[in-house]
């Protein structure tokens, strides 16, 4: 009797413990959860109060590939410039929202190589040479790349991460500003902005980073990079990243820019050829 009576006295006890252990966790979590969403919710607002930092720039986005290079492929078939152009796309509409000018390098699946038979290297530099003198004609504050990362031998790779060149402190002040909200808004990736020599942040003038939204070689977030709700999300990590940056460099232009004749400019010139840099 005695003894069952302690055990009892036990069970009760761990049963107790076992109870107050889960409603502490329970307790936890949801306190976790909900200031995630406060701070997201305050941060967000904070963005919102800084937009006036992107109004009145002008901003090339560059959808990555398209033309004679459609860039990777996914296993659903889907090629990276189609998510390129739709996440920059989505980033066009927010940007311009916020009131600044938003040159797009592309709007369709082309590329600004002459179709002359050369060899593909040669057509490559050839259209990335001009994009960038495509932004740089038209005065250009900075220059963003949209690119898909992929890495066929580790399909569990994943995760959007920004690059800039060696050496280029602009570059790695706004490819950490864009990585920083990637980490905050996307909530699935740890990566941090990377110093790397690739062609176009080698050869922009402007400030330039190359954002890979993520790896199509991981069926997962090949099929969220797909999606319209997620691609707006990456969109609006990247502007948070952008009105953070321009805020961090809060000097007024020093050139009244005539914004509706870069605009018209862009427009006209569109796919036509320029003199590479
Ligand atoms: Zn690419």
């Given at each position: 009797m005695l003894i069952a009576g302690r055990g009892g006295l036990v069970i009760r006890v761990f049963r107790v413990k076992k109870r107050f252990l889960l409603?502490?966790?329970?307790?936890?979590?949801?306190?976790?959860?909900?200031?995630?969403?406060?701070?997201?919710?305050?941060?967000?607002?904070?963005?919102?109060?800084?937009?006036?930092?992107?109004a009145g720039r002008i901003i090339a986005v560059d959808p990555g590939h398209g033309g004679i290079d459609p860039g990777s492929k996914g296993n659903s078939g889907v090629e990276e410039e189609e998510i390129t152009l739709a996440v920059s796309?989505?980033?066009?509409?927010?940007?311009?929202g916020a009131g600044a000018v938003v040159l797009m390098t592309r709007e369709s699946d082309i590329d600004l190589s002459d179709p002359d038979g050369s060899r593909l290297i040669t057509r490559k530099r050839q259209d990335l040479s001009r994009r960038l003198a495509?932004?740089?004609?038209?005065?250009?504050?900075?220059?963003?790349?949209?690119?898909?990362n992929c890495f066929k031998s580790g399909p569990r790779e994943h995760g959007a991460q920004v690059f800039y060149q060696p050496g280029s402190e602009e570059g790695k002040a706004l490819a950490e500003s864009i990585q920083a909200e990637m980490i905050r808004v996307?909530?699935?990736?740890?990566?941090?902005?990377?110093?790397?020599?690739?062609?176009?942040?080698?050869?922009?003038?402007?400030?330039?980073?190359?954002?890979?939204?993520g790896f199509i070689s991981n069926p997962k977030e090949e099929k969220m990079m797909l999606d319209a709700e997620y691609q707006r999300k990456l969109a609006y990590a990247m502007y948070c990243g952008l009105v953070k940056y321009f805020a961090g460099n809060a000097t007024a232009t020093d050139n009244p820019i005539d914004r509706d004749g870069a605009l018209e400019t862009f427009m006209k010139n569109e796919g036509q050829v320029f003199d590479a840099p």
């Open positions: 409603l502490m966790v329970i307790v936890l979590m949801t306190g976790f959860y909900i200031s995630r969403v406060v701070a997201g919710g305050i941060e967000d607002r904070r963005v919102s109060a800084m937009s006036w930092s992107v796309e989505k980033l066009k509409e927010t940007l311009t495509l932004a740089e004609k038209n005065g250009a504050d900075i220059y963003l790349s949209v690119h898909v996307l909530g699935n990736t740890n990566r941090k902005a990377k110093a790397v020599d690739y062609y176009t942040t080698r050869n922009s003038k402007m400030p330039a980073a190359i954002v890979e939204v």
